[in-house]
Nanobody, 124 residues
Framework: QVQLVESGGGLVQAGGSLRLSCAAS????????MGWFRQAPGKEREFVAA????????YYADSVKGRFTISRDNAKNTVYLQMNSLKPEDTAVYYC?????????????????WGQGTQVTVSS
């Protein structure tokens, strides 16, 4: 079992940056591909970014490509989401998730473990 704890959310002005972290428990972190999702009020949870087990391959939603960067440190059992040039439409609760089947996925149901989420609010 994997427990995930996100941190780093907050309030930022449009154009600003935030770095989210997701710390995982357990010694099998490197056996999971990791993803970030977000959910805004009244909207469905949507894929943001994913990273392969080794960290060598990354995937992004078109809406964040070029602005967000996902990375991981398997020695620290941590995955990161660097968010630059933030826009008000990026406002949401951000969740990290761990998946064990396949190489990666943009579908939330392919992930086995979820964090509790961290709020990101971007003011205009």
């Amino acid at each position: 079992q994997v427990q995930l704890v996100e941190s780093g959310g907050g309030l930022v002005q449009a154009g600003g940056s935030l770095r989210l972290s997701c710390a995982a428990s357990g010694r099998t972190f490197s056996s999971y591909f990791m993803g970030w999702f977000r959910q805004a009020p009244g909207k469905e949870r949507e894929f943001v970014a994913a990273i392969s087990r080794s960290g060598g391959t990354t995937y992004y939603a078109d809406s964040v490509k070029g602005r967000f960067t996902i990375s991981r440190d398997n020695a620290k059992n941590t995955v990161y989401l660097q968010m630059n040039s933030l826009k008000p439409e990026d406002t949401a609760v951000y969740y990290c998730a761990a998946g064990g089947r396949g190489s990666w996925s943009s579908s939330w149901y392919q992930y086995d473990y979820w964090g509790q989420g961290t709020q990101v609010t971007v003011s205009s």
